[in-house]
């Protein structure tokens, strides 16, 4: 069995004139730990639509588990055990976090629109919607709506939810964006103890959360892969400085943020 989980080879996304993915070739490795990164329009959002299915490519390819899945909508590749979070998080405000994975998990094994008779009836259901309430720190605002719930707990949730598909890809885009200071230990934490048989890509512009979880890091720039490697090596790497500050400071000092429509 081969040790790629997830790749595209020679990915190209086009908007008229503008290339905003320009020959992109990335593997994803099984049990991966792997962060992409890049400033501001680099690509890496537009990317990950790519991957997801949200977007069709102008040219190249993409596999998953050495299958091509370019041809796959979205909610196929979810089946396939291809997952993402979103920048923005895309909850059910009147629900709580216990109703949400219910329905999830239930929906996950195919009981479709009898999560709510599940919920109180199914056994297996309610053991694992509590234990993704535990794992990601959610059990004591188990009964509370989504919509007041504080933003780390929102990230949370999000995370919860793609767990509960049963992933053997995780795309994290960009899980502490918003969070305030006081809720991002939880956050970090959460995503460092995620489980170790999901490979996971994870896009972040907080370079704390980049080096103390990435294995493997791809930076891309205007679209392109400028350089892979390992944080060490990409630390290090003078290209990488000079595009994110143009100087040759340590490049976790500052970083921009990236724009929505582009990045």
């Known amino acids: 069995m081969s040790d790629v989980v997830l790749s ?77 979070t979103f920048q923005i998080n895309q909850l059910f405000a009147s629900m709580t976090p216990l109703e949400t994975l219910a329905t999830v998990v239930s929906q ?7 999560w709510w008779r599940s919920l109180g009836s199914d056994a297996g259901v309610a053991e694992r919607a509590q234990q993704l309430l535990e794992q990601f720190h959610l059990a004591e605002v188990a009964g509370q709506k989504t919509e007041h719930l504080a933003y780390g707990k929102r990230r949370l949730l ?38 170790a048989d999901v490979s996971v890509l994870l896009i972040e512009h907080d370079m704390d959360l980049v080096f103390s979880f990435a294995r493997r890091m791809t930076v891309l720039v205007n679209g392109t892969v400028l350089t892979e490697g390992t944080p060490e090596e990409i630390e290090a790497n003078p290209e990488v400085k000079a595009v994110y500050l143009g100087h040759g400071d340590e490049i976790n000092e500052a970083l921009p943020v990236e724009e929505h429509a582009r990045g």
């Open 8 to 84: 595209c080879q020679g990915l190209v996304k086009k908007f008229g004139g503008i290339t905003a993915t320009n020959n992109v070739t990335l593997e994803l490795r099984r049990g991966a730990r792997h962060a992409l990164i890049g400033p501001n329009g680099a690509g890496k959002t537009t990317l990950i639509n790519l991957l997801t299915g949200v977007l069709e490519p102008t040219a190249g390819r993409i596999t998953l588990e050495g299958q091509d899945i370019g041809h796959l909508p979205p909610h196929q590749r979810v089946r396939r055990g291809l997952v993402r």
């Open 108 to 114: 996950h094994r195919g009981l479709g629109a009898r």
């Open 158 to 195: 999000e995370i919860a939810i793609a767990l509960a598909c049963e992933p053997r890809v995780l795309l994290l885009d960009e899980p502490v964006a918003g969070v305030p200071a006081g809720e991002r230990e939880e956050l970090l934490q959460t995503v460092a103890a995620l489980p």
